[in-house]
């Protein structure tokens, strides 16, 4: 199972496990899909970021990345 830090930038995060991006959609982050987007607000905006401006609940979106055999690394644990 690969680790996902949500304290590190949606670009980041997608440049390094590409395939996070179809997840990131799932969990209601669709903007990740617009290039531009990606390139502007995903170099800034950290995934926990972009679950708190969305109202995403922590324990779904784990379990949702779970399901895709990622890891997301939360300091709480």
């Known amino acids: ?3 996902i830090n949500p304290k590190e ?3 980041n995060i997608i ?3 590409p395939e996070v991006k179809d997840i990131m959609v799932e ?4 903007k990740v899909t ?3 987007m ?3 607000v995903g170099r800034v905006v950290t995934l926990e970021k972009g679950m708190n401006n969305h109202n995403l609940d922590l324990a779904s979106v784990k379990a949702i ?3 895709y ?4 690394e939360v300091q709480d644990e």
């Open 1 to 3: 199972m690969e680790t």
């Open 9 to 11: 930038t949606v670009y």
């Open 15 to 17: 440049r390094n496990h």
């Open 27 to 30: 969990i209601g982050l669709s």
């Open 34 to 36: 617009q290039k531009a």
């Open 38 to 40: 990606l390139e502007t």
């Open 65 to 67: 990345f779970a399901k």
């Open 69 to 72: 055999h990622y890891h997301l």
